[in-house]
């Protein structure tokens, strides 16, 4: 008599690799409520519903961005001028009756006892680094603030109501933010002014706070002299750098 098919074995179930530890289970990334937030800062819809579409510079211009902006307006002004704020005593030897005596002088104590044509150069780093330190912009709330009031003054022109610098000559934008709508309106306002606009791909935000030593830069603006201000001003590093990069652009544009 055959053996009915309940007295067959079972097999055992496999052990666990694990260590007896239940699986976790992986949380899923909230979807955002306003379908607005998954959109891109490439296409934004302006206030008569037309789409204001920017184009992404490829990861060439943002290397080339990044490194000139380090090299040539953070290194050599920025950074300076942080560093003659410090007051860190070092010892130097002073010859007082014919011996050396070792005496501890701090840095700004050091730079005061220089030659007098050292202290004209010392000067004219330090305005010039302050005059760079000026025309860099960062931030949401202020760059934004600068936009609206050139917004403001366009539609209502005030005489002497804007500063000399506030007229931004290059915009660069972070892709990677979330969400989106929280700059959605820079693109559509360096439409209406006529401002370029660089918007860099990858991890920008990022990459932009390391340079300046922040977490995270989202926006930069970078402001232009008025033609009052531009007399008795030569070779001014944030115009150079300025227009390499608007150069850049425009290259990137035609091979696209």
Do not use: W
Request: hydrophobic share 35%.
């Amino acid at each position: 008599m055959p053996k009915s098919s309940s007295n067959k074995k079972r097999s055992a179930a496999a052990p666990s690799t694990a260590g007896g530890k239940k699986p976790t289970r992986s949380t899923k990334r909230k979807l955002p409520t306003n379908f607005l937030n998954a959109q891109s800062l490439e296409f934004v819809i302006g206030p008569d519903r037309a789409i204001v579409q920017t184009p992404v510079a490829s990861d060439v211009i943002r290397d080339i961005f990044l490194d000139r902006l380090v090299k040539e307006l953070i290194a050599p002004y920025l950074k300076k001028a942080d560093k003659n704020r410090t007051i860190d005593s070092t010892k130097q030897h002073v010859l007082i009756n014919g011996t050396l005596v070792a005496q501890k002088v701090s840095k700004l104590q050091k730079g005061k006892s220089v030659s007098e044509n050292g202290e004209q150069e010392d000067d004219a780093v330090s305005k010039r680094a302050t005059r760079v330190k000026s025309r860099i912009v960062m931030g949401t709330n202020q760059c934004s603030r600068i936009l609206e009031d050139l917004i403001k003054d366009d539609i209502m022109p005030q005489s002497g109501s804007l500063h000399p610098l506030s007229r931004p000559s290059l915009i660069v934008l972070a892709k990677d933010i979330y969400p989106p709508t929280m700059l959605a309106h820079i693109p559509v306002l360096a439409r209406q002014l006529g401002i370029p606009l660089l918007l860099l791909p990858g991890k920008a935000s990022v990459d932009m706070g390391r340079a300046f030593h922040v977490p995270r830069t989202s926006i930069l603006i970078f402001l232009s002299f008025s033609e009052k201000d531009q007399n008795g001003i030569s070779d001014d590093p944030v115009d150079s750098f300025v227009g390499f990069i608007k150069s850049q652009m425009s290259q990137d544009t035609g091979r696209n």
